[in-house]
């Protein structure tokens, strides 16, 4: 249910676009993010960094194409987001030795560190990977094709790549809840071998 909350504003794009036109669209979309960031504040009290990202892009380029009826702008708002994704990523992880995908996920799933660092590098590669695949399909096709695009292929791509990471990391993948009943097992364990210990003496 998060993943089509998220791509709400780009569902209404898409509407938006085949009732009307590409300005249209626009325009709901950065409506729509805007109430997506209301409903967020409204239910979690909590804003996540990302969607006030998410959030000023979508104005600035959205604002753009509107001011100057120009749909160029909108259309390179996608790859521009992939990319400032994939620097925050890159530069928090060598910088600030931060790697904000474990930060993101470590509460679900218990991976070795060289596992979190190829999973941070692989969702940098992934973004850059997306931005680059926006631009071909905006310049190398029709509107209404790169339209369909940013929601059904992004989609797609998308759910292929957390898919593939699902089957690479199997062998890795040990819920927190996991975790938690192996320790509680083996604390059972020891408490009962004590108590035996005691009972022989």
């Known amino acids: 249910m998060k993943f089509f909350f998220d791509l709400f504003p780009v569902i209404l794009f898409f509407v938006a676009f085949k009732a009307y036109d590409i300005y249209i669209a ?19 009290h909590r804003i996540d960094n990302m969607l006030w990202i998410n959030l000023i892009v979508i104005m600035l380029f959205g604002g753009a194409t509107l001011a100057f009826q120009d749909e160029t702008f909108i259309k390179w708002k996608p790859s521009v987001l992939y990319w400032l994704f994939a620097s925050i990523l890159l530069v928090s992880n060598q910088f600030f030795s931060k790697n904000l995908i474990q930060a993101l996920l470590e509460k679900q799933l218990v ?10 590098l692989s969702w940098i590669v992934f973004f850059v990977f997306m931005g680059c695949v926006n631009l071909y399909v905006a310049y190398g096709f029709s509107v209404d094709t790169w339209v369909t ?3 059904f292929g992004v989609m797609g791509l998308m759910l292929l790549f957390v898919v593939l990471q699902v089957v690479l990391l199997n062998k890795y993948l040990r819920s ?10 083996t604390q059972k364990g020891i408490a009962e071998a004590g108590e035996n210990r005691e009972q022989d003496k």
């Open 176 to 185: 927190v809840d996991f975790v938690k009943a192996d320790l509680h097992t």
């Open 111 to 120: 991976l070795p560190s060289q596992v979190w660092q190829k999973l941070n």
């Open 26 to 44: 626009t325009g709901v979309a950065m409506l729509a993010t805007v109430m997506q960031i209301g409903w967020v504040r409204y239910r979690h």
């Open 149 to 151: 695009f940013k929601l």
